[in-house]
């Protein structure tokens, strides 16, 4: 395996860069587990990450990648074998550990996963860390009663990774869909995904936004923060719940505490990165089976690793469009 490529992130003069370098296996971060990556993907956070334009990394330097998929190379670990297909993302993978960025990956056991039967390895990355968090708030929302009867759930960031997905899943489990966008270009495309009705950012008023206001859904899935959460928190109905999972436009939240006590509205933190079972299996069952988006392949994308440095600038300033994968050793 010596020696291969890597994207590795380090810090000169006191900001993030990534380059392309050549690495070798003692080079990789402790952990039972060897892979042969087959696939990563890019999130919002992997190019914060491998632009320094957020503080992501926090162990320089690090291979970048916070998902990954591929083949056991070696294990020392009896839940795994030379041969098996297995999946990575959360923890400390592209962060603090050397991530999927690479052409091999060494981790923890319990990091890794078998790869779930009816997922293929680009599959597992075209869904990747945002469809694991779009699975994580749906799981999170029915247990605080969240329900299709209930009404409408609204998504923001809708043509994002987590948006697109989080779209479609709702949608495919019955549920009616308002998809928010920056981006009237993106239409088509959402409501292809399922969504009932494509509302644009523009035409919120997000100066007056009132304590309470028209009761508009018994869901959201919040990946901006900011003014836009404070007027989702207005126009959420009676026992509404909201998840709250990003922070692309803002990590401020200025709101009352009207919606949370007169109208005993939720809103649930969602984090991928360390939740612990029973979520972490429950969700990856679901991903693979009621979850399982329609229309994975038309929101998917598959760059080469060569390619991957002239993706970031897009999910930085707001248009990415759906999922992309990145292929290492393909499958
Ligand atoms: N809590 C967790 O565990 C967790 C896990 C995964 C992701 N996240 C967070 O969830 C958010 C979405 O992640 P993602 O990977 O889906 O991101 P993405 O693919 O880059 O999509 C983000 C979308 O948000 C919208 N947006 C609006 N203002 C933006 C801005 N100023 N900068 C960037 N995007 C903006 C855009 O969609 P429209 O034009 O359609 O509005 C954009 O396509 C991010 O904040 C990410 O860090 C959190």
Not at 244 to 270: D, E, K
Not at 286 to 298: G, I, K, T
Request: charged fraction near 20%; hydrophobic fraction near 45%.
């Amino acid at each position: 395996m010596n020696p291969f490529k890597a994207f590795l992130i380090d810090e000169k003069e006191g900001r993030s860069q990534g380059a392309f370098v050549t690495m070798n296996e003692a080079q990789l971060d402790a952990g039972e587990v060897t892979i042969k990556v087959a696939f990563s993907s890019v999130n919002y956070k992997d190019a914060l990450a491998a632009t320094g334009a957020g503080r992501i990394i926090r162990r320089f330097p690090c291979v970048g990648g916070i998902d990954l998929s591929g083949i056991v190379e070696k294990s020392a670990d009896p839940r795994f074998r030379p041969g098996d297909p297995v999946l990575a993302t959360s923890f400390d993978i592209g962060v603090a550990h050397h991530g999927g960025y690479a052409e091999f990956a060494r981790l923890p056991a319990d990091w890794v996963r078998p790869l779930p039967v009816g997922l293929s390895l680009h599959e597992a990355m075209a869904l990747g860390t945002a469809g694991f968090t779009a699975a994580l708030a749906i799981v999170r929302m029915e247990e605080n009663g969240l329900a299709p009867e209930k009404g409408p759930v609204i998504v923001n960031g809708a043509s994002g990774g987590v948006g697109s997905l989080a779209v479609d899943m709702l949608a495919g489990l019955g549920y009616r869909v308002t998809a928010l966008t920056g981006k009237e270009s993106e239409s088509d495309y959402l409501k292809g995904l399922g969504a009932s009705e494509v509302m644009l950012r523009s035409t919120l008023d997000l100066s007056r936004i009132r304590p309470l206001d028209k009761m508009l859904w018994a869901g959201a899935v919040d990946n901006l923060g900011g003014d836009v959460l404070s007027w989702i928190a207005s126009t959420m109905k009676q026992a509404g719940t909201i998840a709250s999972i990003g922070m692309a436009a803002s990590h401020a939240l200025s709101t009352t505490v009207m919606p949370f006590i007169l109208r005993g509205v939720s809103l649930l933190g969602v984090d991928s990165g360390y939740i612990r079972e029973p979520h972490r299996s429950l969700v990856w069952d679901r991903l693979a089976s009621d979850l399982r988006p329609r229309h994975l392949r038309e929101m998917t994308r598959t760059i080469r690793f060569d390619d991957l440095p002239g993706v970031f600038d897009d999910f930085l300033k707001g248009n990415a469009h759906g999922r992309t994968v990145v292929e290492l050793a393909g499958a």
